[in-house]
């Protein structure tokens, strides 16, 4: 079993950050590799980024690529998502995502929303 908790999002203007924390337990966060997916309205989910175990490796949608980076904290067993220079079509639903023994793990989800 993982358990994951997201924070961060919220209402901000085209071109501000933010940054998505998403801390996990129950069990070695090292072990496993992480993403953030994003649900927009009358949109499927999309994988934003992922992050292998170690953090030295990393994917990138083509539609963040250059803006947002994803990040990883072994030891505060902690996976992040810095958001810069956000646009209106970023406004979404984001969820952190651990991928554990061919089960997927959930975060609670977060709304960001982008205003122009």
């Known amino acids: 079993q993982v358990q994951l908790v997201q924070s961060g999002g919220g209402l901000v203007q085209a071109g501000d950050s933010l940054r998505l924390s998403c801390a996990a337990s129950?069990?070695?966060?090292?072990?496993?590799?992480m993403g953030w997916f994003r649900r927009a309205p009358g949109k499927e989910r999309e994988l934003v980024a992922g992050i292998s175990r170690s953090g030295d490796n990393a994917y990138y949608a083509s539609s963040v690529k250059g803006r947002f980076t994803i990040s990883r904290d072994n030891a505060k067993d902690t996976v992040y998502l810095q958001m810069n220079s956000l646009k209106p079509e970023d406004t979404a639903v984001y969820y952190c995502?651990?991928?554990?023994?061919?089960?997927?793990?959930w975060g609670q989800g977060t709304q960001v929303t982008v205003s122009s």
């Open positions: 129950g069990r070695t966060f090292s072990s496993y590799a």
């Open positions: 995502n651990a991928h554990v023994l061919s089960r997927d793990y």
